[in-house]
């Protein structure tokens, strides 16, 4: 096989292994199993956080949307619970190294041929909720969904969307 067909084999491949985790949003919850959420109707907003007014305000709007169609009522202050939200975006660097001659020519210091490395910088997004029992400020229940943000704000709201309808199916709102 040529040079050339091998790198292109190599971008081919490294492509298809980078969009992978694009895609795989890992939504993860857990809360106090000794609550009955039934008691819970209504709900006010404590702190929202981003270095994005814009995702700031989409989660309002997708957790609105989803508590509102389970019942849930929201109040501008003293609701039966208080959701807080943090979305926190950082980079990642990813490794990826190609090793040309890959085959019988294994020699003492590594495989034969030249090895080429490419660097990538990956953004990593996590969003994190946490629902407190408003008057004595408990923590009844934390959701969090990672790879959700990216530095692309047309895939965002979309993604951030998706990452909370996940998360709020494991919402315990109807039974503990």
């Not at 309002?60 to 039966?80: F, Y």
């Not at 400020?137 to 965002?156: C, E, F, I, Q, V």
Request: hydrophobic share 40%.
């Amino acid at each position: 096989m040529n040079l050339l067909k091998k790198l292109s084999m190599f971008v081919v491949l490294s492509c298809a292994l980078t969009s992978l985790p694009a895609g795989a949003q890992k939504v993860e919850a857990d809360y106090d199993h000794s609550i009955d959420f039934t008691q819970f109707h209504t709900y006010s907003w404590g702190h929202v956080h981003s270095s994005d007014p814009f995702v700031e305000s989409r989660i309002r709007e997708d957790v609105n949307r989803v508590l509102q169609a389970r019942g849930w009522q929201e109040v501008s202050t003293g609701g039966d619970v208080t959701f807080t939200a943090i979305a926190v975006r950082r980079n990642r660097a990813e490794y990826e190294t190609f090793y040309e001659g890959l085959g019988p020519s294994w020699r003492w210091h590594g495989w034969g041929g030249m090895a080429m490395t490419t660097v990538e910088t990956v953004p990593v997004g996590t969003l994190v909720f946490d629902v407190y029992e408003t008057g004595s400020h408990h923590l009844l229940w934390r959701g969090m969904a990672h790879d959700t943000l990216s530095d692309n704000p047309d895939k965002n709201a979309k993604k951030l969307e998706k990452a909370i309808t996940k998360m709020f199916n494991k919402f315990p709102a109807k039974e503990s």
